[in-house]
């Protein structure tokens, strides 16, 4: 099984303030996927990362894979309340049974003004 | 473009009844997958349908069962259902098979609460 392991599990800010998250693997993933997710909604993509090394940008968030595809990391400037979520990792992997995404558990993110 | 609806939004069954879920992906879509999410565990992945035949299967008990229709629409059952069942299910939608180049998009979940 290809575990991903999310921190922190619960983060509290303020508005304006910077935070990373990371998410983390013994196992190499072809590609890894950033979702947020608000109550009471699915998931929504907001990246995803192929290269080892490779760094995109949306906006204020920056995203980063690792350069052994083990790991990554999900860095906001100056975070807004429109910020607040959940924030679920998500590697692809190949199996005997085809192409799979094993989601972390999430990281809470509450961004209070 | 409509995006992934799912019914009912929320269901309330009794410990040993049957459910059933409904998925309705995005207009051309050929993918389906299921997920539970639960506080404890997560996303968890259920199975995956293309073109009506289950590609993918992950770690869950048999009660847990689904099919996908000419149409693409699915549909997910749970059986003989337990307290644990009761969770969040998603189900997602993609072209060919969530992959880098063809992501997966969510619908909003069914809520299940199993008393």
């Known amino acids: 099984t290809q575990l991903l392991k999310q921190s922190p599990q619960f983060l509290s800010i303020q508005e304006g303030e910077n935070l990373t998250v990371y998410c983390n693997s013994s196992s190499v993933f072809s590609s890894l996927q950033w979702y947020r997710q608000e109550p009471g909604e699915g998931p929504v993509l907001l990246v995803t990362?192929?290269?080892?090394?490779e760094v995109k940008k949306l906006k204020r968030l920056t995203f980063q894979f690792g350069d052994a595809r083990k790991d990554s990391s999900l860095h906001i400037t100056a975070a807004q309340p429109g910020d607040t979520g959940l924030y679920l990792c998500a590697g692809a992997f190949y199996s005997n049974s085809g192409y799979a995404l094993n989601f972390g558990k999430g990281t809470s993110l509450l961004v209070t003004p | 473009k409509a995006g992934v609806t799912q019914t009912p939004r929320y269901l309330i069954k009794t410990r040993g009844q049957q459910v059933t879920l409904s998925c309705s992906p995005i207009?051309?879509?050929?993918?389906v997958s299921w997920y539970q999410q639960t506080p404890g565990q997560g996303l968890q992945f259920l199975f995956e349908y293309f073109s009506e035949t289950q590609r993918n299967k992950g770690n869950f008990p048999g009660r847990f069962s689904g099919r996908q229709f000419s149409n693409s629409r699915s549909e997910m059952n749970v059986s003989t259902l337990e307290l644990g069942d009761s969770a969040l299910y998603l189900c997602?939608?993609?072209?060919?098979?969530?992959?880098?180049?063809?992501?997966?998009?969510f619908g909003n979940g069914t809520r299940l609460t199993v008393t």
């Open positions: 207009s051309g879509h050929r993918s």
């Open positions: 990362v192929v290269t080892g090394g």
């Open positions: 997602a939608s993609s072209s060919t098979g969530g992959s880098y180049n063809s992501p997966l998009h």
